[in-house]
């Protein structure tokens, strides 16, 4: 069993991005973001899966925005490319799952 620590980091510093864990078959990475802070477009070759733990974040995929909170998880396919920004100060869990 592995506990892993998750601190909130947005009131030491803007936009904190952590790999947590890399298994054979899936990635963890925490990322927290200040209001309207970004991610710029890109891409990812595995199958991608967003759990939002506090605030909220719109991503734009393929041209389709989305809100995406506490309410909802975000699934995405290999290779769709997307982008965000933060509505609110947030705190998100990524998972790349490979198919």
């Known amino acids: 069993?592995?506990?892993?620590?998750?601190?909130?980091?947005?009131e030491e510093k803007?936009?904190?991005i952590?790999?947590?864990?890399?298994?054979?078959?899936?990635?963890?990475?925490?990322i927290q973001l200040k209001k309207d802070e970004t991610i710029a477009e890109?891409?990812?070759?595995?199958?991608?899966?967003?759990i939002v733990r506090r605030g909220a974040v719109i991503f734009d995929v393929e041209?389709?925005?989305?809100?995406?909170?506490?309410?909802?998880v975000l699934h995405m396919s290999p290779l769709e490319k997307h982008s965000l920004r933060a509505t609110e100060d947030a705190d998100l869990m990524v998972l790349q799952v490979m198919p």
């Open 14 to 16: 803007p936009k904190h």
């Open 18 to 30: 952590a790999k947590l864990m890399t298994l054979e078959n899936v990635s963890v990475v925490n």
């Open 42 to 50: 890109h891409d990812s070759k595995r199958e991608v899966i967003i």
């Open 63 to 72: 041209g389709t925005e989305q809100l995406v909170t506490q309410d909802n």
């Open 1 to 10: 069993m592995d506990l892993i620590s998750t601190p909130y980091r947005l």
